[in-house]
């Protein structure tokens, strides 16, 4: 899960790593009396989305009038903000970040991580941070530097000058440094997130540093234990068919192609959308219908791909050991009468009843293209959604 900016600057907040002040707003008005009570003359209001790249695309925006607080805040209310991390559609902007505009002396990148290859935590830094991080990263990767902490909880002396010396810091911020990044770790730790991006960390004029934004990733499997955490949520910022298959008891990722797989077993689906890919076509998500398919599953996997307007054709791919093919077959039979599909499928049974289910989808006179073996059904699947094979 992840959090907004202003959740999380809220929780960076309980563990003592600077923030500006700043007030969330969700509409124009609100922001204006935002910009009034946090005080001063120059206010910075960011679209509150669950992706980075905002300044870039209009996002970001420094205002000097309170008017002008709530002329940028009308613009992005209500609206999509499209970024390069967002994907075609945008997402839906349902809040704004008001904050007192800070000095910036110089811009930092540092994030703390579940470093899954070093097998610890490693927080990972640079003097160059701010928007351009991602061309630093792939034309001078050797000014960033990852810095990995030892097993026990704390961030150990050494870390801090490691890191001082990599932001090229004097020594009377080093103590506001270590104050900083044991808060960090705290955070990370004690909130269970996987991930913790400072981008950037400034330091002002005034040698202050600060949080000026904040992303941070929760591990889902962690959620139960943190209540409030698992309050911020907020399902607007993803693909509702996600939520909806989770209800369902489905495992499904949406992708962006135009063939629907569903597929039972999480390796054979990987395996299924491999080979769409290499007959042509692209899968249109990764769907596990799981060892115990039910009727109810299958319909709602059909509602899914039906509410998908990029789907052209739906590849069924049932691999019966211990499900049994001819109750997949029914449960595909019944979804058909609940919600035609309206496209091309094509339907690949092996395995446990298999001869009985391919036989009980010719008596349905539904169209429903059986093939027998995988390689032909997928270039079928990928023929009939207009691509090559
Ligand atoms: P992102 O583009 O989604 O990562 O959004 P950020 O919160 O990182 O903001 C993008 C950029 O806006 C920052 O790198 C800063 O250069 C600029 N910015 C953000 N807040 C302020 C501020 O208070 N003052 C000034 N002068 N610039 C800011
Ligand atoms: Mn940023």
């Not at 990995?148 to 010396?165: E, S």
Request: net charge negative; proline share 5%; glycine share 10%.
């Amino acid at each position: 899960m992840n959090l907004h900016e202003y959740q999380a600057k809220e929780v960076f907040s309980r563990f003592g790593i600077p923030v500006p002040s700043g007030a969330v707003a969700r509409t124009p008005a609100e922001a204006v009396a935002s910009a009034e009570r946090l005080g001063g003359s120059t206010w910075v209001v960011k679209a509150q989305i669950h992706a980075g790249g905002r300044g870039k695309a209009g996002g970001v925006e420094v205002c000097r009038s309170p008017d002008a607080v709530g002329e940028v805040a009308g613009r992005l209310l209500g609206k999509r903000l499209k970024t390069h991390q967002t994907g075609p559609d945008g997402l839906p902007v349902h809040a704004v970040w008001v904050e007192q505009a800070s000095d910036i002396g110089r811009e930092l990148y540092l994030s703390l991580v579940v470093d899954r290859a070093r097998e610890c935590l490693s927080f990972i830094a640079s003097a160059e941070g701010g928007m351009e991080i991602e061309t630093v990263a792939a034309s001078d990767p050797e000014k960033i530097v990852t810095v990995p902490l030892p097993p026990d909880p704390g961030v150990p002396a050494y870390v801090t000058r490691i890191l001082g010396g990599a932001f090229r810091m004097e020594s009377p911020q080093l103590s506001a440094l270590a104050s900083l990044l044991s808060g960090l770790e705290r955070c990370l730790r004690e909130s269970d997130a996987s991930l913790i991006e400072i981008n950037p960390l400034i330091v002002t004029r005034g040698g202050v540093l600060l949080a000026l934004d904040a992303k941070v990733n929760l591990d889902d499997n962690a959620l139960g234990r943190h209540a409030t955490l698992a309050a911020m949520d907020d399902p607007s910022q993803r693909d509702p068919a996600e939520d909806e298959a989770a209800r369902a008891g489905l495992n499904y990722v949406a992708l962006d192609g135009e063939i629907a797989c569903m597929v039972n077993g999480a390796g054979l689906a990987m395996a299924t959308m491999d080979l769409i890919q290499l007959k042509g076509g692209r899968p249109a998500n990764f769907l596990d219908v799981g060892g115990d398919a039910t009727a109810a599953r299958v319909t709602e996997a059909f509602r899914i791909f039906r509410a998908n307007p990029r789907v052209r054709s739906i590849f069924v791919n049932i691999f019966g050991g211990i499900v049994r093919c001819d109750l997949i077959a029914e449960g595909i039979i019944a979804a058909f009468k609940e919600v035609a599909p309206g496209v091309p499928v094509i339907v690949q049974l092996e395995g446990t009843r298999a001869v009985e289910g391919r036989r009980m989808f010719a008596e349905s006179r539904l169209p429903i293209e059986t093939a027998s073996g995988l390689a032909r059904a997928a270039e079928r699947a990928v023929r009939a959604a207009g691509g090559a094979a």
